[in-house]
């Protein structure tokens, strides 16, 4: 089971650039970071643009992976981004996962005025916009013109170090947005359940029926479930699973029956009672089993 972590943008740079070095010093495989203009769900304070972000911990470090989780069309144009993600590829030799994901609602879709989107319209903006990234980052010169964007002779130049193109990290939990993994995603992220569950046994049995559902659409397609990665993510207020190193295991152990290849752990923030997360020791503890090499 590879491990990653979560780091988020909302501490000041030199603060950031020592917890990127050290989870690459712990041995993480990823350094994952929220794409957001801002975060108000929790709260409204400093946020640091993912973008720039990502490129200054790719100059900061040489070995551990890292990308958005997850950044979407709420407010990114798959021109614009392709040309970030082909930079940040470059700037890392090679170390990008792009993380995409359908996007919500709240203060990020709505901050550049365009008009709310249903559920089905979400899911179909979703799909093409991956589409469009995928035809981006494999050819240097592209144009595409589809129900909600417009390319004309887009530059992706001098293209992706990885090939043929940065690997998706796709995040679904309905049927179409698994769809749109299965068909394009080099991995599969899962927070859990799309609607609330009160209990461990409901946040297991919902992601089961999301296993059994991408399992089903790649049949439908003809591709091997086995050829995609599945990362968990372990939301910050996921405290059951992370409230213990046992806790952990357990989790852990529950996963990787469903078919999980990795997971993710936020940083810890034990002086902020709004982003719980895991306490210091068992993320040392975690950390202290992965390989530093």
């Known amino acids: 089971m590879r491990v990653s972590v979560v780091i988020l943008g909302d501490r000041p740079w030199p603060e950031l650039r020592e917890q990127f070095r050290d989870a690459e010093a712990r041995g993480f495989t990823t350094a994952w970071t929220y794409d957001h203009l801002s975060w108000r769900s929790l709260r409204d304070g400093p946020w640091l643009g993912t973008i720039p972000l990502l490129g200054a911990a790719a100059q900061a470090t040489e070995r551990i992976r890292f990308g958005p989780l997850v950044t979407s069309p709420n407010f990114r144009h798959p021109a614009l981004l392709a040309k970030d993600a082909m930079t940040l590829d470059q700037l890392s030799n090679g170390r990008l996962d792009l993380g995409i994901g359908a996007g919500g609602h709240g203060f990020d879709a709505q901050v550049l005025g ?22 981006l980052l494999r050819e240097q010169s592209a144009s595409f013109a589809g129900e909600y964007f417009t390319v004309r002779e887009s530059r992706t130049m001098p293209g992706c170090v990885q090939k043929p193109r940065v690997p998706f990290t796709i995040a679904a939990a309905g049927p179409k947005a698994l769809r749109v993994a299965a068909e394009q995603g080099n991995t599969w992220v899962t927070y859990g359940p799309a609607q609330p569950v009160e209990t461990p046994q409901e946040w297991f049995a919902g992601v089961a029926r999301q296993v059994a559902m991408l399992e089903s659409i790649c049949a439908e397609i003809g591709r091997d479930p086995r050829s995609m990665r599945r990362l968990a993510l372990v939301g910050l207020e996921l405290g059951w699973a992370q409230e213990s190193i046992a806790a952990w295991d357990d989790f852990v152990d529950a996963i990787a029956g469903l078919g999980f290849t990795d997971v993710a752990v936020h940083w810890p923030r034990p002086e902020d009672s709004a982003l719980p997360g895991p306490q210091p020791a068992v993320f040392d503890e975690i950390s202290s089993r992965l390989d530093c090499g």
């Open 114 to 135: 365009a008009a709310p989107l249903n559920a089905a319209e979400r899911a179909a903006r979703f799909a093409e916009f991956v589409d469009v990234l995928d035809l």
